[in-house]
């Protein structure tokens, strides 16, 4: 039997360790939690005393950066180990991974790199999938990556290599919308047709997210994926035409570096779940 | 399947002389090398942070701009092997030792030892350590056979150097003071609750705790420690253990001996 992924149609934010004490003494500002499941690999210690007191409170959804499902390598059996005893110990209510890989010849780049898109690598990251959810005995959620550069070898629009792999595997979808709106800038496509052409009935999770905008040097933008600032007006307005098409999902507010006080990410969750709370009366009327 | 384009860009990470993989492609092809640099920097750069945060008191000895170019030089040459990035930088102290720049400041790879150690306690398994009770229980006869299990927090970094005093100060433990008194210091570093604690041990302090540590008993382990220092302190170095809570079993003892 394999569970599904059940996070509830809600505002969420990525926990941050300084607003602990934030998150705990309010009721209930937010619909859930994420983390990273690498920063709880750890035998015990501060890091789990805060997991186990939040889980208390809020369904979590547990988000690997480290896993490497789109290597061509075997996955890594000791770390998909360990993945599988955080989710024994929280039971969160997803764990979702990125369409990427971070890790070579047993060095870990600490980056979500890029694969090229074709029919073998789709079979290759279809077997890891299959490989994770049977090791897991969970649906996970795969998530379109942030892209900088084209790859000579693909031959596959990512929204159809995601959309494939989804129906081989059964695994749900994490949509990124700051990530379309980044890999599209960067890429020179259009991030309505992305989102026009994606499979959203398979969605159970949304990212939103903050982006550094640079320059390429060659005159025109190079948006960075930094988690680091608020969302921009362009990437709520994909949100909003998502969010028209599939009704309310679980929202993540995902701010990793320069991270604010806790009002301020707090605000940007509350932004979101009028978002949801809009779309559901509108549907109901 | 042979995967070339992961080779490839590995290569690249690794290596930043190298040129840019053939199959990765911009539209304004000057621009590819702009575009792979965040790759790069997102690996470099973000492992940087990593050691930064974890090796707070090197930095500031060295200052910001010389620790970043230490650990660059550290990232390429001893990347991460493991995506579980808490014990990343466990090297960093055998990479000090040989780094040429830092010669002039022979303390840097113990105080490196220790922000390690430190790092590790804090992750170590959470273990209730042992009460007096425990002890109280042992009959006289039985302390000098008596094995006790120490916290899996604790560390014992042995120094040339005053290694704890360093850190103290330079970690705002300690007003920054110039060290009058240049000994070799012992440092404990054990985390039996939720806060890590790091502190010098008394004379023999280090050779009674490491034998504890293999597993002998404490009769032995006190005369280990007395031919290593003539004034070793059997029953103040054992408060001190019971009292920083050090221990969480006591083996031969079934009351305080069961798994954790």
Not at chain 1, 14 to 39: Q, S, Y
Not at chain 1, 109 to 123: K, M, R, S
Not at chain 1, 155 to 174: D, H, K, M, N
Request: aromatic fraction near 6%; proline fraction near 8%.
């Amino acid at each position: 039997m394999r569970t599904g992924s059940s996070l509830p149609p809600r505002a969420g934010v990525g926990f941050k360790p300084a607003h602990f004490h934030d998150i705990l003494n309010e009721p209930k500002p937010v619909g859930f939690l994420e983390v990273h499941a690498e920063n709880y690999m750890g035998a015990g210690g501060p890091p789990h005393a805060q997991l186990a007191a939040l889980r208390e409170h809020y369904p979590l959804s547990l988000h690997g950066v480290g896993l490497s499902i789109g290597s061509m390598q075997p996955l890594d059996r000791d770390h998909l180990a360990r993945l599988k005893a955080v989710c024994d110990r929280y039971q969160p209510a997803s764990f979702s991974e990125h369409l990427a890989w971070s890790s070579h010849d047993g060095v870990y780049f600490n980056d979500l790199l890029p694969l090229p898109y074709t029919p073998q690598t789709l079979v290759r990251v279809a077997e890891h999938i299959d490989q994770v959810q049977t090791a897991l005995g969970r649906e996970m959620l795969l998530e379109n990556p942030s892209r900088y550069l084209h790859m000579a070898e693909s031959i596959l629009p990512e929204v159809e290599f995601l959309a494939e792999l989804s129906r081989r595997t059964g695994c749900g979808l994490l949509l990124d919308v700051n990530n379309i709106f980044v890999s599209s800038t960067n890429l020179g496509a259009d991030p309505q047709h992305y989102v026009d052409a994606f499979p959203l009935a398979r969605v159970k999770e949304i990212h939103l997210g903050g982006h550094h905008v640079d320059a390429d040097g060659a005159g025109a933008p190079l948006l960075i994926d930094a988690h680091g600032a608020p969302v921009v007006p362009a990437v709520w307005a994909l949100y909003a035409r998502v969010i028209a098409h599939t009704g309310p999902i679980a929202t993540l507010i995902e701010w990793d570096n320069d991270v604010p006080e806790w009002p301020i990410l707090r605000a940007e969750a509350d932004a979101a779940d009028r978002i949801l709370a809009d779309t559901a009366r509108a549907s109901a009327a | 399947m042979v995967a070339v384009f992961e080779s490839a860009l590995s290569e690249a990470l690794l290596d930043p002389e190298r040129p840019l993989p053939s199959s990765l492609r911009a539209a304004q092809p000057e621009s590819a090398d702009r575009r792979f640099a965040v790759h790069r920097n997102n690996m470099v750069a973000g492992l940087v942070e990593v050691l930064r945060e974890r090796f707070p008191v090197v930095q500031k000895i060295v200052g910001e701009e010389f620790f970043a170019a230490t650990a660059r030089a550290f990232v390429l040459r001893c990347p991460p092997r493991s995506p579980v990035l808490a014990g990343y930088g466990d090297e960093l102290a055998s990479f000090l030792a040989g780094f040429a720049p830092i010669r002039e400041l022979p303390y840097l790879a113990d105080v490196a030892r220790l922000e390690a150690a430190r790092t590790r306690a804090y992750h170590a398994a959470d273990v209730a350590p042992l009460d007096v009770a425990a002890f109280a229980a042992l009959a006289p006869a039985e302390v000098h056979a008596a094995r006790l299990k120490l916290h899996p927090s604790v560390e014992i970094i042995r120094s040339p150097h005053p290694v704890v005093s360093i850190w103290a100060m330079n970690s705002g433990e300690l007003t920054l003071a110039p060290i009058g008194d240049w000994r070799g210091q012992d440092a404990l570093v054990a985390r039996p609750r939720l806060e890590v604690e790091i502190r010098a041990l008394p004379p023999g302090g280090a050779a009674f705790l490491l034998a504890l540590a293999g597993g002998m008993p404490l009769g032995q382990a006190a005369e280990r420690a007395l031919r290593e220092h003539a004034d070793f302190d059997l029953t103040g170095n054992l408060a001190g253990v019971i009292r920083a809570g050090l221990a969480c079993g006591i083996a031969g003892n079934a009351a305080t001996e069961a798994a954790p």
